[in-house]
Structures are given as structure tokens and as C-alpha cells.
């Protein structure tokens, strides 16, 4: 007799088992000579071995299905479950270019030339540095990588981070206590993260601190092991916190740092450590930078003429 453990704490239980296990159910019905238990984040396969090991490479691919799709159906059921071993295969239409299959069907992938540059570099490194303007992705991209790799178990752990810089505002006077002050600043990673995962499990992972989300400060004598960890807004930290960031990586570690170093927030007197960085850290094996420009923009078209206007009006007054 053999026992595996399939772990299915990055799916909807809900999909994959169907309103009132009808899915499983049915999956149950093409494999009569095993137990499957449903216990928690687990599905617990027994039996005999070669029985299991067929199991498992068919729900692998029911589940890569899913991924793809966003819903088990009762044909894909049939086709997967239920076909000879020698020809289940992976559903030919199926884009390899997704990142994660999120909420409510939503597909997330790179959409542009440079974000498909940021998913290829850090598929060779362990450092991306992604520099650009305002709606060009670099943080949606950046979280969809470090929410494929929990999902994928490459890391145990994902922390996003950003500086505690105000934009024209004093966080002193919002009210509540320091994470009140914060969570506010932070919503545009949690905004991404409410895409990309269920809402009771991003709560989860969030509780039992599988995802963090904390201003940089944080991070100060921190050795990160096994984490894929994101600096957002990078252009707003100093010299010294970009370097007490960067060397915070340990052992199998993923880090990604994003900014637009034309919204710049720091005091006159403060430089910014994105903009140091960016000149001093070419050329090491196993970082890569990225620049993304106004044809990544995937916001509102009005976003990329705003973006060239500034652009235009910075280059006019360095003429001068």
C-alpha cells in the first residue's frame, strides 16, 4: 500500500471539489480501489502504489487545467480522470505564458514586451531591479511572480515592503495606531494580492505570516531565507535602506525592486538609493534590470500621454 499527500492550499476547495463534493465525487467514481480523504489543505490518496502514482499524474494535470482555466468541469473531469494514462496529456490550449490564474476566472500573465522581459529574468536570476513609470505593471508583475513561486514551492514565504516616504501627506495625522497608519499606503499590494489568491486564504496566510506586508524599517537585521521578497517604490528609499534591503538575502531568496525614479518623494536633501543603484549594480552575475517605458502602460490611454507630457517637460528644462 502506498499514501501520498496532494497539498491544495493555493486553490478554491470549493472548485476543486465541487458544491458539495461533487467533483470529487465524480473523481472518486474513475478511481473505485482508492481512498481519497479530504482533510483540510490536504487530499490523502491510498492505495496500492501504482494506482496512486496514476492518480497523481492525472490530477496534476486537472489541476494545471484549473490554473489555466479558472473551473473544473464535469467533461474535464471525464478527459482527465477518466482517459487512458498513454494518452492524458496537457490540454493543448493551454497558455504557458500564465503567472496565476486568479479570482473569479481572472488570467494574470505579462501583457507587454518588458514585463515578459521581468518574468524571463527571473527565471535566470535571483535579483530583478524593474525600473519605470506609473500603470506599466512592474508591481502586479512582480507580485504574480512571488504568488507563482508559493504556489509552485519554490519559497516559503513572500514579504512586500515598501518606505514609509509620504507623498505630499503626514501619516502622523491619519488616525489609529501605526498599522492603521500604514495599511493605507500598502493597498496597492494588497489590492494585487485580493487578485491573485482567495480572500479567506490570503486572511490565512497573512495571520500565520506566510505573506508580509511591512515598510522597509522592518526589515533592518533580518536575514531572509527561503522568501521571495518584493521592494515597491523603491525611488523613495535612501542609499543606506536600498543596501540594507538588498543585504538582507539569504539562502534561496528571490528579491524584486520596483520604483519610478521621476516620482521621487524624498527631502531635497535625501538622494535616492534606486537612482545609486541603478548606476552602480550593472553588470553582476545573477541581477538583472529592467526598464519599462510608456508602451507598457496598461492603464487608461490618457495615463501614457500624461506620462510623455512629463517626460517632454523634463528633457525641455535640462536643455535650458
Known amino acids: 500500500m502506498s499514501e501520498i499527500a496532494i497539498n491544495l492550499e493555493m486553490y478554491s476547495l470549493i472548485d476543486v471539489y465541487g458544491v458539495n463534493d461533487k467533483n470529487l465525487n465524480q473523481i472518486r467514481s474513475f478511481f473505485p480501489k482508492l481512498k481519497l480523504i479530504a482533510r483540510g489543505d490536504d487530499l490523502r490518496v491510498v492505495g496500492e502504489e501504482s494506482e496512486v502514482e496514476t ?3 492525472k490530477f496534476s494535470l ?24 498513454s494518452v492524458v496529456a496537457v490540454p493543448a490550449n493551454i497558455d504557458r ?27 535566470t536570476n535571483d535579483l530583478l531591479v524593474a525600473i519605470g513609470p506609473a500603470g506599466t505593471g ?6 504574480a511572480l512571488a504568488v507563482r513561486a508559493l504556489k509552485n514551492k519554490e519559497i516559503k514565504r513572500i514579504i512586500l515592503t515598501r518606505p514609509a516616504v509620504e507623498a ?3 501619516l502622523g495625522f491619519l488616525p489609529g495606531d501605526l498599522k492603521d497608519k500604514l495599511d493605507p499606503y500598502l493597498q496597492p499590494l494588497y489590492d494585487a494580492l485580493r487578485d491573485m489568491l482567495p ?29 521571495f521578497a518584493i521592494l515597491d517604490e523603491a525611488q523613495n528609499a535612501t542609499q543606506g ?3 540594507m534591503f538588498l543585504t538582507r538575502m539569504g539562502r534561496s531568496a528571490k528579491f524584486i525592486v520596483t520604483g519610478d525614479i521621476t516620482q521621487i518623494d524624498l527631502p531635497k536633501s ?20 529592467v526598464f519599462l517605458d510608456e508602451t507598457d502602460v496598461i492603464r487608461h490611454k490618457l495615463v501614457t500621454r500624461i506620462i510623455k507630457a512629463y517626460a517632454s517637460e523634463e528633457d525641455r528644462k535640462q536643455t535650458l
Open 241 to 243: 535602506q536600498l543596501k
Open 97 to 123: 505564458d500564465i503567472l496565476v490564474h486568479g479570482r473569479n476566472g481572472m488570467i494574470i500573465k505579462a501583457r507587454t514586451a518588458n514585463q515578459h522581459r521581468m518574468v524571463d529574468a527571473m527565471d
Open 270 to 289: 535625501q538622494s535616492s538609493g534606486l537612482v545609486h543603484a541603478s548606476r552602480i549594480l550593472h553588470n553582476i552575475p545573477g541581477l538583472a534590470f
Open 199 to 227: 480572500a479567506q486564504k490570503l486572511l490565512s496566510y497573512i495571520e500565520d505570516g506566510t505573506i508580509e506586508i511591512a515598510p522597509l524599517a522592518f526589515m533592518r537585521g533580518r536575514t531572509l531565507d527561503n522568501v
Open 168 to 170: 505630499g501627506e503626514n
Open 55 to 57: 492518480f497523481k499524474k
Open 62 to 85: 486537472l489541476l494545471l487545467s484549473y490554473d489555466t482555466f479558472g473551473r473544473i468541469t464535469e467533461n474535464d473531469i471525464v478527459q482527465l480522470m477518466g482517459g487512458e494514462e
Open 138 to 143: 512592474k508591481t502586479y508583475t512582480a507580485v
